[in-house]
T-cell receptor, first 113, second 116 residues
Framework: GAGVSQSPSNKVTEKGKDVELRCDPISGHTALYWYRQSLGQGLEFLIYFQGNSAPDKSGLPSDRFSAERTGGSVSTLTIQRTQQEDSAVYLC???????????FGPGTRLTVT | AQKVTQAQTEISVVEKEDVTLDCVYETRDTTYYLFWYKQPPSGELVFLIRRNSFDEQNEISGRYSWNFQKSTSSFNFTITASQVVDSAVYFCALRSFSSNTGKLIFGQGTTLQVKP
């Protein structure tokens, strides 16, 4: 079956612009996660959704970051007023529930110039 | 606090050698899950194994085997007769059972290079 998909695969944006990153989880997976991977910080958790609600937003680095999930499926991660330190690969993952293994998408590479 | 340490940053072996990737974790929880993921050069993280804290039985899957030792808080991963296709970054991760979140705490990763 289809895996987790993310779009765009690459995004280059100017400092100060807003960006939206999209994640389509595996069908039937109720749990969805966003992580960020950068050279200096490794793999960092950002936010966890169970259905459409987000019980754990503890990893969002600032109030410029927000995310939503609609219909228990697609999720969008929005970064406002991007900064150069936001440059990273943003990974989305989904799982059957929060007890199960997470399956990752290919990521969106964000470059802020 | 929870933490995962992969002390080996990079390992280089010649094809057909056996290699063990170390993972040491810290948690105050009595129930937790441990994972290994592989990230090949293509970039996508691939799930390899999940182990819960009350199952210390070692597992073997083909050339891969995992040694979970609660007494030393370690969950090591061995590749037998390594192949060039095993070249990747390998991540160990921890998930607490007690928290209402599935977030994974990752180690820094070990880059494995298998030379022909």
């Amino acid at each position: 079956g289809a895996g987790v998909s993310q779009s765009p695969s690459n995004k280059v944006t100017e400092k100060g612009k807003d960006v939206e990153l999209r994640c389509d989880p595996i069908s039937g997976h109720t749990a969805l996660y966003w992580y960020r991977q950068s050279l200096g910080q490794g793999l960092e958790f950002l936010i966890y959704f169970q259905g459409n609600s987000a019980p754990d937003k503890s990893g969002l680095p600032s109030d410029r970051f927000s995310a939503e999930r609609t219909g228990g499926s697609v999720s969008t991660l929005t970064i406002q007023r991007t900064q150069q330190e936001d440059s990273a690969v943003y990974l989305c993952a989904s799982s059957l529930s929060n007890s199960y293994e997470q399956y990752f998408g290919p990521g969106t590479r964000l470059t802020v110039t | 606090a929870q933490k995962v340490t992969q002390a080996q940053t990079e390992i280089s072996v010649v094809e057909k050698e056996d290699v063990t990737l170390d993972c040491v974790y810290e948690t105050r929880d009595t129930t937790y899950y441990l994972f290994w993921y592989k990230q090949p050069p293509s970039g996508e993280l691939v799930f390899l194994i999940r182990r819960n804290s009350f199952d210390e039985q070692n597992e073997i899957s083909g050339r891969y085997s995992w040694n979970f030792q609660k007494s030393t808080s370690s969950f090591n991963f061995t590749i037998t007769a390594s192949q060039v296709v095993d070249s990747a970054v390998y991540f160990c991760a921890l998930r607490s059972f007690s928290s209402n979140t599935g977030k994974l705490i990752f180690g820094q990763g070990t880059t494995l290079q298998v030379k022909p």
